[in-house]
DNA sequence: CTGAAAGCGCTTACAG
DNA sequence: CTGAAAGCGCTTACAG
């Protein structure tokens, strides 16, 4: 391939001051906002900037100055609206920060993930928002570590270390989710959805306590690993409803998976809320007129995004700082669907 | 704010060009991977680069050579999954022909929209990839273009002078929605939702086409304008059943909408399809599994991001050559809801 | 096949 | 308060 053109480039630094009547130096320090420049000047450097059409090259400030104000954000599935909200509150907190985003997408693909994150680093970006790929190692922390690399974690946990993390209390939110499931007097209580992974654990792990506190025995046959999409919880559900006719109820692995249960749920003619109960996780925009509207755990999506945002912003500003996490309470929401 | 330190950059191309015994020429050489370099030298440069943990300063490189590989993409609105699907075919072609993107969301924020836009062409990046904000005006097209800055315009048009653009037929693909429902034997069909503005109108004119194809008065009174999102939809349909109830069928501005108002016909206790039909616009993946499954026009969401993308990188590498359109072919995609 | 030199657009001590 | 000079990490003619 060959190599792109690039804009014009044309008026530099150098021709604004020849304009001007000044030095490269004085156009840089009112370029600054520098208060060392007499008013006057400034205004006529500023006049001639104008004059010229001249455009800062922040690159080239960035490479002399060696400072960055872009930052790297990762996410692994954006068709999941539950990502899309994160991205959306930390692009929106970063921005207003002063930074601009290097957005990649990695589809759930080691891969490109590690082929993305390459190139970030090729990119002096001042820090990493990673929602990790299922399956990636933990000693990806060491690596952007030994690259002197800020970076926050979001969503799934990278392992035991301390490091910047932004998540949200699975278990104790799916616990709050069966629990209702419970007090509504359902006792065959499917767990739906979701592929193994840390994150899949701690949330059953959550639907398992809340079981045992109600002296309910646990059965892994009601488990119901899928695909954490609606067409892979759609399935699943039927297949459920064919093999389980005892169950009446299901804690979902997440919001989309509930979605998909809804929709196999009305194919079979059964009224969710009415004839089985569904319970969501995560709180996306579309669970509150979904149909009928879905009960479910509010972990506040655009919340959690601009957390991470700020403990991305707090590593880059005192890099010496001890980690911290921030984990969103879980709120229970109860809409139609339970 | 102070300035954010940035990652550790100890060694450079100088460093190992003094532990490979070169010049820095040469190890630049390599680094581009030139076959002026005997394939000795060259495997010693890369032994040293290696062993010396060398990172490749993209930003340099591309501000010595005045070349760009990155492009900045600004969408008004993620929390539609449409956006977020065209984005991710937009980024996936994009970082497959060797870019990374710039990514900034503008919430139908025109300020914010020329925040960003500026902020990005501080970067020198090599392209733009835009989806207006609703009244954006026409002469952004000219600024953008007196910035040097190849653009290509997605999903909402922007005036009538020759750009290139990456769209869908929305008259034709509203028009076959309608026509659908009047064959079904509908024959008080409403338009719903979305906000006034060129892409409304065209929908609305394939509206208004499948009504006088079929001998069928405008009326208009059947048509609601609300926010094209659930929300408003919901909001907007169960006032539409209150004023209206005539109405037995819906062509709806976008996907978004027809979810809200399966929302509200459940609210309602219609069975969508039965009681009430509706149509969608755009085939999101969610349609698939709502429910019940939308019945929608399909214009390829990710495949109208990947045309967006050859479209700016054509424009990249042919900066000369006539602007052109991509204009996806809506097909009807019939499911449940009618 | 490889090196010395100039320069991309900017910033930053250092003088004065 | 402002200018001359060096340099960020790289590329690219130009010699040899």
Partial sequence: MSKPASPARAVTIHD????????KST?????????????????????????????YNRRAAELRSNSSRTIGVVINDLMNPFFAEVLVGLERKLVDAGYIVFMAHTSEDLRRQEQVLATMREQNIAGIALCPVLGTPQALLKTVKSWGIPLVVMVRPLGTSAYDYAGSDNEGGVALATAHLIARGHRHIAFLGGRRGPVFEQRLAGYKRALADAGIAFDEARVFAADPTREGAHDCTLAMLDSHAEVTAAACYNDLVAFGALSALGERGLRPGKDFAVMGFDNVLAAAHSNPPLSTVDVRPGALGEAAAALLLHRISAPGSAPSRYIATPHLVLRQSA
């Fill in 16 to 23: 604004v001051a020849a304009a001007a009547g000044v030095s």
């Fill in 27 to 55: 156009v840089s320090l009112v370029l600054q906002g520098s208060t060392l420049i007499r008013d006057e000047t400034a205004e006529r450097v500023r006049e001639a900037a104008r004059k010229l059409g001249y455009v």
